[in-house]
């Protein structure tokens, strides 16, 4: 039964390609959770799960990875973001490989966009109705410091929603998910270090106007590596199903080998098949 169960959804980048990867197999088994957080790379890839189109999760990672605007240190000084933003979430779905914003909107269940507020340095939440006006919400959510612009959403500045809340599991089970299947982008046993000295003068200095926000960066590696605990004693008590890769594919968060990152969306969907059901091959 899948009426209380949800599914949460890391970022990390290229490596959420691995999520993509999960998302084709429940797209192909027809397995349709109603209940959808993800922050990140796992908000922009959950939004081709949502809108039920196949393959388009693989396309739009990889496709495109040889072209400047998509991400590099040419995206970043041309548009002010390492990763092209606009391209990403305006070009691309707009033009390129048309995003399906109709079945978007009309599939039924809960779908919510977590963005770090960098007045609070806490997470606030959107639905998919709230993405009415175009996908910056999912911009917002994608923008990394320092190599993003933060993001203004009714005067409200924002940025990665990884960075508050980079694992929403406890959101899905506010929200009334009785089971939750956890996405995580990083192999069994990793833990985030904490930043180093020269990196919290920077952020001290660029965020200066936003010191909650600063705490929150400096404090991530250990909010994010309780909640890992938090996510794997959910899954000792029957509460949570975890799918991870198992950290064979040695991976950048900035990847952009071809193959490897086309290994890795193959390891997501056979991994889903593993838990959740029969294997089968990937298209």
């Known amino acids: 039964m899948l009426e209380k169960t949800g599914i949460v959804l890391e970022g990390g980048g290229m490596r959420g390609v691995y999520t993509a ?18 922050v990140s790379a796992g908000a922009s890839n959950s ?10 999760g693989r396309r739009v990672n990889l496709d495109y990875l040889n072209d400047w605007r998509y991400m590099g240190l040419r995206s970043l000084v041309v548009n002010g973001s390492y990763f092209g933003l606009d391209f990403l979430f305006n070009d691309i779905p707009n033009r390129i490989d048309p995003f399906d914003f109709e079945t978007f909107y009309r599939t039924p269940g809960v779908f919510r966009i977590g963005a770090t507020n960098c ?6 939440y959107f639905d998919k109705e709230q993405l009415a006006s175009g996908l910056l919400h999912i911009k917002a959510s994608c923008s990394l410091p320092l190599l993003s612009p933060i993001v203004m959403i009714n005067e409200t500045p924002y940025l990665d929603g990884g960075i508050a809340n980079p694992i929403p599991v406890c959101k899905a089970l506010a929200d009334g998910c009785e089971h939750v299947v956890v996405v995580l982008t990083q192999p069994p046993g990793y833990r985030k270090e904490s930043i180093s000295r020269k990196a919290k003068m920077i952020y001290r200095t660029v965020f200066r106007k936003y010191p909650a926000l600063v705490r929150a960066l400096e404090n991530r590696h250990t909010h994010y590596n309780e909640t890992v605990l938090f996510v794997e004693e959910l899954e000792r008590q029957g509460k949570a199903t975890i799918i991870r890769p198992d950290g064979s594919l040695k991976l ?5 080998n071809i193959e490897l990152l086309g290994a890795l969306f193959e390891q997501g969907y056979q991994d889903a098949a593993l838990k959740l059901g029969k294997r089968v091959k990937a298209n």
């Open 252 to 256: 950048q968060r900035f990847e952009k």
């Open 47 to 56: 939004c081709n799960y949502v809108a039920r189109q196949k393959g388009r």
């Open 119 to 124: 007045r609070t340095g806490r997470t606030d």
């Open 21 to 38: 990867g999960v998302h084709e197999y429940l797209l192909e088994q027809e397995i349709y959770y109603p209940y959808v957080v993800g």
